[in-house]
């Protein structure tokens, strides 16, 4: 349609231009570009340009803008190997159920060969002192090496984990510590009981121990305490087998046969863990190796501190529970076994009750009590004379000591924001009590023989590491739930 103009009578078209007028290329892109939708951007405004009027500078131009936009795409993806921010939020665990509880049933298997066998090392530490020339602080430098691999290794198979690698690390870290014991049969010295008791073994059972603690956490919400709780009893129960076999069967076997019967009774155990554990949550491939800002969340870095002092005490203690009785109170070997064996197993129902006490008020709250009531256990080391004394510290020291362990994995979880961070942030921790498993008992072991071969110095310096843990914690729940003693943290 056309209509006259008003002021000159020329024709117009519907668009008021003149149609006899010839138009530019310039104002024909004008016109598409007033067409475009406004929400597009300059990115379809360009191509136009570029087909009207393709000069050198529009292609340096749209050369350009590809180049950012590449660059662009490779910097995301880089940062989404590096940050957090962009993992989607796992499901929520089912908090039970058949598989969920088999885990539990699995880890106590690995526990036991894991933590059992180590935490019997006091039994060991006592016939060596007997059959080697080596001083007692260069003994337990076996023990010391054997729990700081499994500990350490924690960051490592604990980040493969997440990474969707869990049934891998643990078929070659069985293998690894199973192959540790049997070359340990065969060892004469001590620097082949260094190599394949400490070095071996402690590699392999660092590598699948994390993960496997781990797994377990991922399963559970609400029962979180009372699973890994539970898991823990391994512990217990395998700290009294271990250290029984070796008294009863090294005076009738040999050192060499038993060793292999042990090394028999791992393989059983982790072959059935191999064969039922599986892990829930989907690989998170990015992300880091170690999560070291975790290290600036205070109540991570300071219950991390805490718990390195008391592990500081707890594993020279552990490890020289025997040679105390030997040397202090004229034990025999076999006597001093059996103080090794309690120890272990007399804190295996606290490692049930406690847990269950923790999941309905609190790991915190429940960790500070028992942590006071360890340094008093600690000090009151000093004042034992006689052997039924001494059975006494034994028995209440493993009661804490099993009650303080079995809380360590489930509190980690609960200040840690994500489930699937669970494994790597554990490891950390492990690795963090690596150092004081390694150090505690040769530190004890030579201020003892700085002190002429007395155990007062070292059971005070284990007291006081003890003190200094329990003040931290109680600021890491000052921090949380401040002076209010109902505050679930």
């Keep these: 349609m056309e209509k006259k103009g008003e002021a000159t009578g020329v024709s117009v078209g519907g668009d008021g231009r003149d149609p006899n007028v ?10 598409a570009i007033r067409e475009v939708p406004a929400d597009t951007a300059e990115i379809e405004i360009e191509p136009i340009r570029l087909k009207n009027l393709p000069t050198r500078q529009s292609s340096i131009r749209q050369t350009s803008t590809d180049l950012r936009r590449t660059t662009s795409n490779v910097l995301a993806h880089v940062a989404s190997r590096i940050s957090t921010r962009t993992w989607p939020e796992p499901p929520p665990p089912p908090d039970g159920g058949l598989k969920a509880w088999t885990q539990v049933a699995m880890a106590f298997l690995v526990l036991f060969a894991t933590w059992g066998y180590a935490n019997s090392f006091g039994a060991y530490q006592a016939y060596y002192t007997q059959t080697l020339p080596q001083e007692p602080s260069v003994i337990s430098w076996i023990g010391g090496i054997q729990l700081f691999l499994t500990l350490v290794i924690g960051p490592f198979s604990g980040r493969l984990l997440d ?16 192959l540790g014991i ?38 559970f919400d609400k029962k979180r305490g009372l699973a890994i709780g539970l898991a823990t009893t391994g512990n217990s129960v395998g700290g009294m087998i271990y250290p029984l076999l070796v008294r009863e069967l090294i005076p009738k076997m040999g050192f060499a046969r038993t060793t292999r019967v042990i090394g028999f009774v791992n393989t059983g155990l982790l072959v059935i863990a191999f064969t039922f554990m599986r892990p829930r949550l989907p690989p998170r491939k990015s992300g880091p190796l170690l999560e070291l800002a975790a290290f600036k969340e205070p109540p991570y870095s300071l219950f991390l501190l805490g718990s390195f002092f008391v592990f500081w005490a707890n594993y020279f203690t552990f490890y020289y529970i025997g040679s105390y009785g030997t040397q202090t109170l004229d034990l025999p070997l076999a006597s001093a076994s059996i103080l090794v064996i309690i120890i272990n197993g007399v804190g295996l129902p606290f490692r049930i009750l406690t847990p269950i006490v923790a999941d309905r008020i609190g790991n915190l709250n429940v960790i500070v009590p028992v942590t006071v009531l360890w340094v008093i256990v600690a000090f009151s080391w000093l004042a034992v004379r006689d052997i039924p004394a001494y059975y006494a510290f034994t028995v209440v020291y493993g009661i804490v000591s099993a009650s303080f362990q079995c809380l360590f994995p489930s509190t980690v979880s609960r200040i840690s924001p994500r489930l699937d961070t669970i494994g790597t942030r554990l490891g950390m921790a492990f690795g963090i009590n690596a150092v004081a498993s390694l150090t505690g008992p040769p530190i004890g072991g030579a201020i003892q023989r700085a002190d002429n071969g007395s155990f007062q110095a070292p059971q005070i310096w284990a007291a006081v590491a003890t003190l ?22």
């Design 182 to 219: 049997f070359l340990m049969s065969i060892s004469t010295q001590y620097w082949q009981l260094l190599l394949t008791q400490g070095v071996l073994s402690g590699l392999g059972a660092g590598i699948y121990f994390t993960p496997a603690v781990s797994v377990v956490g991922t399963y």
């Design 163 to 178: 990474a969707g690698f869990f049934m891998p690390i643990f078929l070659v870290g069985s293998l690894l510590q199973v």
């Design 22 to 31: 010839a138009r530019s290329p310039r104002l024909e892109d004008e016109d």
């Design 468 to 489: 200094v843990s329990c003040l931290v914690l109680i600021a890491v729940r000052l921090q949380l739930g401040g002076l209010n003693l109902r505050t679930k943290c």
